[in-house]
């Protein structure tokens, strides 16, 4: 029997989160052949192996061990090294996910080599052309052929750029019915030069919801019996600036004075505040290792308010209920402040402390689930996919 061969890539820690859903899904399908490649941009086997264990995603059939370096490095690595192994594997397909270098490397590639695209995860801007990652995702939806949506804003961002092509007009589809098939495959044949959009849900969220009770049960650790909140932060824009890294450590040390912190802090970032003037001084803020997904997971169901510079996080909140204060002046997903319990703090002490104070005194916002986050974004996915051998 013929099969989409599909090469699904990897290269970061988030990416596992997205990628998860999407390798359960080709793992049941008698249409598609699914090849795992790592590209190896994050490589720290405590860092990364426990999330493949844990999310039980395969162990990669290829691994680049492309390992750190700049941006333009990282890139170009990832380059030289996937174009040898694309041109022997001849996929019908590359699926890349989210916003890394990994992400755009791998695009690239694929573009040049004139093999189909797609990008879950499309459409996200944060209008800031100084992150890395908002470079990351406009190269790679300027030149994949099926674009996946998690939000409308989404859906906005492209036709602005002049997208024109979307399946179901752009609205969410919730169930691929016979009908949307068919007018995915009339696109398909007649547009081969245009992208397709795809409203199909959030890929990150159907791994939250499908391994939340296994967190509660199966997590290495246990959950403090008194109210707490949980701190993430790794971007360079927060961190690599000693000004901005001591503001945000400031407020973080004056939170505890009314809330216990947990900081399972990255190898990176403890560099940095060691390497900066700045020097802890309170014992309620807690530094512990980086955690396992199930670990972090059940901390963060049960914390008070999170903290953190991470994208992911602001969604998983949103779905948990859990206020979140974004340590950023923006974010590329909008939806989780207008619908969900996201607020945008930046790192001035007194912004996110009025917020903290706002939480600690019940003034929060109730989150209302975004549409399509409900678990079967992937399931959407590769059904789309599947078509593709039948055009």
Not at 156 to 166: A, C, D, H, I, S
Request: glycine share 6%; net charge negative; charged share 25%.
């Amino acid at each position: 029997m013929r099969k989409l061969k599909v090469v699904n890539i990897v290269g970061a820690r988030p990416n596992l989160m997205k990628m998860a859903p999407i390798a359960w899904e080709m793992k049941n399908s008698d249409s598609i052949d699914s090849i795992l490649l790592h590209t190896g941009q994050h490589y720290d086997k405590v860092l990364s192996d426990v999330f493949f264990q844990q999310l039980d995603i395969p162990t990669p059939d290829y691994n680049l061990g492309v390992g750190s370096g700049s941006h333009s490095y990282q890139t170009a690595q990832i380059m030289i090294r996937l174009e040898k192994l694309l041109v022997e594997l001849h996929p019908s397909i590359v699926l890349v996910v989210g916003d890394v270098n990994s992400t755009m490397a791998g695009a690239l590639v694929a573009a040049k080599l004139n093999i189909p695209l797609a990008h879950i995860e499309a459409g996200l801007r944060s209008f800031d052309q100084t992150m890395p990652e908002e470079i990351n995702r406009k190269v790679t939806d300027a030149i994949a052929q099926f674009l996946f949506v998690t939000e409308d804003s989404g859906i906005k961002n492209l036709q602005l750029e002049g997208v024109r092509t979307f399946l179901n007009e752009g609205k969410p589809i919730e169930r691929i019915s016979p009908a949307v098939l068919e007018e995915f495959l009339n696109l398909y044949n007649n547009s081969l030069s245009t992208p397709i959009v795809a409203f199909v849900g959030n890929v990150m969220i159907d791994t939250m919801l499908a391994v939340k009770e296994k967190a509660e049960r199966e997590a290495q650790i246990d959950v403090p019996d008194y109210d707490y909140g949980l701190v993430t932060l790794h971007r360079p824009s927060n961190v690599d600036n000693p000004d901005v890294l001591t503001r945000i450590m400031t407020a973080l040390e004056e939170i505890c004075e009314s809330l216990p912190l947990i900081f399972p802090i990255h190898p990176r970032t403890r560099q940095r505040i060691e390497k900066s003037e700045f020097k802890i001084r309170q014992t309620k803020l807690k530094l512990i290792e980086p955690l396992g997904y199930l670990e972090f997971l059940k901390l963060m169901s049960h914390a008070k308010l999170v903290l953190t510079d991470s994208g992911g996080i602001q969604e998983e909140t949103t779905i948990l209920d859990v206020p979140c204060l974004t340590l950023r002046e923006n974010t590329e997903r909008p939806i989780t402040l207008t619908r969900g319990t996201n607020f945008l703090v930046g790192s001035n002490p007194k912004k996110i402390m009025d917020v903290v104070n706002s939480v600690l005194n019940g003034q929060i916002k109730k989150g209302i689930r975004p549409e399509l986050w409900d678990g079967r974004a992937a399931g959407r996915i590769v059904k789309i996919l599947e078509q593709i051998l039948h055009s």
